[in-house]
């Protein structure tokens, strides 16, 4: 199984700039990349959300304690 980053995401998304920045595609092809464009920036934007989600359980943990660890049990556990 691969274990993506945001850095990986960030990687994905530069990549993607690239082919739709190619000056010697074809329509066919451009219209093709701009949906693999969209279909990758619905992900992203999924993956960002997710992301956000987590940073803020951290804040909630990290501005009032453990407390709160019954409430986010997937805080911290390896996927491993």
């Known amino acids: 199984m691969t274990k993506n ?4 995401l960030n990687d994905h998304l530069f990549a993607q700039l690239e082919r739709l920045a190619e000056e010697d595609l074809t329509a066919e092809k451009v219209e093709l990349e701009a949906k693999r464009a969209d279909a990758i920036v619905g992900l ?3 993956v960002l959300r997710i992301a956000d ?9 990290a501005d009032n304690g453990d ?3 019954t409430m986010l ?3 911290g556990k390896s996927s491993e």
């Open 44 to 46: 992203s934007d999924q």
């Open 67 to 69: 407390r709160f660890m």
């Open 5 to 8: 980053k945001l850095t990986d």
């Open 53 to 61: 989600i987590q940073l803020k359980a951290v804040k909630i943990i």
């Open 73 to 75: 049990p997937a805080i």
